[in-house]
């Protein structure tokens, strides 16, 4: 076990749990939503701004980051943390996804991925052990298992196939941590000790298979556990129904992740089914293309009914956004295609998901998610609104 990790569940709501984990930097209050800082910036925000709207983890990279600006560069400049200026938790993944979903010429083995960096075409190569020491020399305090990503759809052979080869590859990658937590990796630069390391569920959208890959990660043991290969396509009730299958066979001790999910009604229905993190680059990638997540519905700022607008663009909202500037000015500046628009807009979109969490950790401790959670939906769910 990680010295540093510590997670406790202090009350449940349904299926709705309350909790916090404790981390070489902080706190961090369950049920969480973490903005993604892909390249070690959350796109179009400061971290003063996520600060203050309560932020207390960010997701960073590691695809990203190994390529640009190397690992052992950051290392060498004290970690992650200090490299980038933000002293509170942070998570990074495995970089696999960006393998499956970015790189060129990918050619994945039972000892790992090679491919092309998307940035110089340089020729790479990833394994399970690899993803472990990038991610200790960041100083991440959480490090993901490298997963292999299966494509939507996959017939039930492929996703059996990929769900056994991410086991093996989690075993490897939880060998290699042990390696470097007990010193006997001593050429591996590990910038916090504290490193806690998840597993990943896989197994497509197949019931039996997620069980299976939930039992075997389970055996090997780890800090916490994600949902992985879920929110790239499938139908959204397949994907509420291997949320619910997946997290039942996951520990109740130890925190749950459900990875790159999702809308703000993904939030509060995955809430309800045990899930007790979150991250996804929906706010800060819609905010850029002039999409608000308000609390009467999505918003699109370009729509020239907001011509004339001087409202906020969420009447209950308390940012610096809503409270300085108008409908219209923002609809302004993102047809001029002002940067200060795409600001704007990101700190909306992230005060909204990072308020909602707040809001249902607040359900879940006055023991009302299920009421919060129907008013919730109703008034979100509106495809736009017309207030
Ligand atoms: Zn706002």
């Known amino acids: 076990m990680s010295t540093s990790f510590r997670f ?7 299926g709705a749990r309350l909790g916090e984990f404790h981390t070489p930097h902080g706190t961090v209050q369950t049920p969480v939503f973490m903005p993604v800082g892909t390249q070690g910036a959350v796109k179009g925000a400061l971290f003063k701004d996520l600060e203050e709207a309560g932020a207390e983890i960010v997701l960073g990279n590691t695809y990203h980051l190994h390529l640009r600006p190397g690992d052992e560069l950051i290392a060498r400049r004290g970690g992650l943390h200090r490299f980038i200026g933000w002293d509170r938790a942070i998570l990074t993944d495995s970089g696999g996804y960006q393998v499956f979903s970015l790189a060129e010429r990918r050619k994945i083995t039972e000892e790992g ?13 990833l394994t399970p052990e690899s993803t472990v020491d990038i991610q200790a020399r960041l100083g991440s305090d959480v490090a993901m298992v490298l997963d292999e ?20 590859w989690a075993a490897r990658c939880r060998r290699r941590i042990e390696a470097l937590r007990s010193s006997s990796a001593p050429d591996i630069v590990v910038s916090n000790a504290g490193q806690a390391q998840f597993g990943i569920v896989q197994g497509g959208v197949f019931p039996d298979l997620r069980c299976e ?23 959204i009730d ?40 979150f991250d996804c680059v929906m706010p800060t990638r819609n905010a850029r293309n002039g999409q608000l997540f308000t609390s009467r519905g999505r918003l699109n700022i370009r729509n020239a009914r907001y011509a004339d607008d001087d409202g906020p663009p969420d009447p209950s909202c308390g940012c610096y956004t809503c409270r300085r500037h108008s409908r ?11 940067m200060t628009g795409a ?17 249902i950790r607040e359900a879940i401790m006055f023991g009302t998610f299920d009421t919060f959670r129907q008013e ?12």
């Open 149 to 168: 990503c299966l494509a939507y759809p996959a017939t039930r052979d492929q996703a059996a196939e990929s769900m056994l080869r991410s086991v093996r």
């Open 343 to 359: 600001a704007l807009n990101t700190l909306h979109n992230l005060t909204f998901y990072l308020d909602t969490m707040r809001r």
């Open 113 to 125: 991925a090679e491919f092309q960096s998307h940035i110089d075409g340089s020729r790479r190569h």
């Open 238 to 277: 397949v994907m509420y129904d291997i949320v619910t299958e997946t997290a039942s066979r996951l520990p109740i001790a130890q925190p749950r992740y459900l990875m790159g999910a999702g809308t703000p009604e993904d939030l509060v229905e995955c809430v309800s089914r045990g899930i007790d993190m």
């Open 213 to 235: 890959s939930a039992e075997a990660t389970r055996a090997i043991g780890f800090e916490g556990y994600a949902i992985g290969g879920l929110s790239v396509g499938e139908p």
């Open 328 to 338: 219209a000015y923002l609809r302004h500046l993102h047809l001029a295609g002002e």
């Open 376 to 387: 919730f939906l109703r008034s979100v769910s509106r495809p736009a609104h017309d207030a």
């Open 8 to 14: 406790i569940v202090s009350r449940t709501d349904g």
